[in-house]
């Protein structure tokens, strides 16, 4: 599962507890929220990137690329979200997977790395409203894929999050993977996400 966990937390939030409700300064992969993707990557590797967009708003719009495509020092996949006509592609919203079952980690690994993480993560972000969430996962209507997830509020309205999903074997079988995500999200995509995305 790569060099990941070891020096997660270091690698993606390398800050001090005076500057934890800014969002900018947490990286993940070396991008932050405020950045242009043109930044690090081509338009052709943007061009690579596989787009999604929200069913009820065509306001943003999120890249994913993969590995093998793209060679990522701790993630399996990254998670981009811009406004969907931004030529500069102006990053709003950052997250890194690390899939559990494509080298056959079991989902208890990344339930037990997830709360060290979060256990790391609470003390740097001191100011921060946690929440934490465990119940089926609201992309299954079947009820049978299951996440595990803290979020962290910041006052600035940013938010972050550590999660895992364990997804059925009938999502499986569809292609869908195991996996921990952590996200940094800016107040303006966060309120997009709960507001207006769904």
């Not at 069913?55 to 943003?60: A, D, N, Y």
Request: proline share 2%; glycine share 6%; aromatic share 14%.
């Amino acid at each position: 599962m790569k060099k990941l966990l070891g020096i997660l937390v270091l690698g993606l939030f390398l800050i001090t507890p005076s500057w934890a409700d800014d969002i900018r300064d947490f990286q993940i992969e070396g991008m932050s929220i405020g950045d242009s993707l043109l930044d690090h990557f081509s338009k052709k590797e943007i061009e690579k990137g596989k787009i999604k967009t929200y069913p009820k708003s065509k306001e943003f719009s999120t890249f994913r690329f993969w590995e093998p495509t793209f060679d990522f020092e701790m993630y399996d996949s990254i998670s981009v979200s811009f406004k969907t006509n931004d030529k500069n592609y102006q990053i709003f919203g950052l997250s890194g997977a690390v899939f559990y079952d494509l080298d056959e980690k079991n989902i208890e690994d990344c339930y037990k790395k997830k709360d060290e993480i979060v256990k790391e993560l609470s003390a740097i972000f001191e100011t921060a409203e946690i929440r934490n969430y465990k119940g089926s996962h609201p992309g299954d209507k079947s009820g049978k894929s299951k996440t595990v997830t803290t979020y962290f509020e910041f006052k600035s309205g940013a938010s972050s999050k550590v999660g895992c999903v364990d997804y059925s074997n009938e999502k499986e079988k569809d292609g869908f993977s195991d996996h921990m995500q952590i996200s940094v999200y800016s107040k303006e995509f966060s309120d997009f996400l709960r507001d207006e995305a769904y």
